[in-house]
């Protein structure tokens, strides 16, 4: 399995970004998906995470109303929107694929296989 993210980068204050993240190797319509984020000397957190069929979705508290978790089970790929970024978005996101999310806060341990990987900036 492989999972491969992209689109961070730097960003001012208020505003947007798209991450995406390409699945290989799996049968991904059949996974849920998530992402979560781990800012520098913090532990790792869930930010957003979207069941197989998309119907159930989980957002971290401090994300909603400004993130929006999609998924295109025809392209493999999962997506976070992230718009009004704050200087608290700045973290390494990483998106995962799992099939043991039962509970309603998405944990680590509930996803089996991790991306690399992707830094998000946003500076005041």
């Known amino acids: 399995v492989q999972l491969q993210a992209s689109g961070g980068g730097v960003v001012q204050v208020g505003g947007s970004l798209r991450l995406s993240c390409t699945a290989s190797?799996?049968?991904?319509?059949?996974?849920?998906m998530a992402w979560f984020r781990q800012p520098p000397g913090k532990e790792r957190e869930a930010v957003a995470a979207i069941g197989w069929s998309a119907s159930r979705t989980y957002y971290a508290d401090s994300v909603k109303g400004r993130f929006t978790i999609s998924r295109d089970n025809a392209k493999n790929t999962v997506f976070l929107q992230m718009n009004t970024l704050k200087p608290e978005d700045t973290a390494v996101y990483y998106c995962?694929?799992?099939?043991?999310?039962?509970?309603?806060?998405?944990?680590?341990?509930?996803?089996?296989?991790w991306g690399q990987g992707t830094q998000v900036t946003v500076s005041s």
């Open positions: 995962a694929a799992g099939s043991s999310w039962i509970g309603v806060l998405p944990r680590t341990t509930d996803f089996r296989s």
């Open positions: 190797r799996l049968s991904f319509s059949g996974y849920n």
